[in-house]
């Protein structure tokens, strides 16, 4: 029970680590399941280079494998997204001036 608990964190870390690199915020659900994905596809990948080369070290082959494809899930999640997820956020960009009436309001000088 333990090692899956340790799993699963791990695999949560892998995740928050994927999605802070590419800059996309995803909920720890999200991001639980793009790693789960990463892993399977980065194994996968891990497995058939070393059929080719069984001299292949695997650890780190196996991390950077897996971290790749992670990042590639959690874009892809991130593109399947709701579109009005960001709305606020864009909607804050395209009016700047409400912006720079608050610094002006809380400006000191």
């Given at each position: 029970?333990?090692?899956?608990?340790l799993f699963v964190?791990?695999?949560?870390?892998?995740?928050?680590?994927?999605?802070?690199?590419?800059?996309?915020?995803?909920?720890?659900?999200?991001?639980?399941?793009?790693?789960?994905?990463?892993?399977?596809?980065?194994?996968?990948?891990?497995?058939?280079?070393?059929?080719?080369?069984?001299?292949?070290?695997?650890?780190?082959?196996?991390?950077?494998?897996?971290?790749?494809?992670?990042?590639?899930?959690?874009?892809?999640?991130?593109?399947?997204?709701?579109?009005?997820?960001?709305?606020?956020?864009?909607?804050?960009?395209?009016?700047?001036?409400?912006?720079?009436?608050?610094?002006?309001?809380?400006?000191?000088?």
């Amino acid at each position: 029970m333990a090692r899956v608990l340790l799993f699963v964190i791990g695999l949560i870390a892998l995740g928050t680590l994927s999605s802070r690199l590419l800059g996309v915020r995803l909920s720890w659900r999200m991001r639980l399941f793009a790693s789960i994905l990463g892993f399977v596809l980065g194994g996968m990948l891990t497995g058939l280079l070393w059929s080719s080369n069984p001299d292949l070290s695997i650890p780190p082959v196996a991390a950077i494998n897996n971290l790749f494809f992670t990042m590639v899930m959690a874009g892809v999640l991130e593109m399947l997204a709701q579109p009005g997820r960001l709305a606020n956020v864009e909607r804050q960009l395209l009016r700047p001036a409400r912006g720079v009436a608050r610094a002006e309001e809380l400006a000191l000088f």
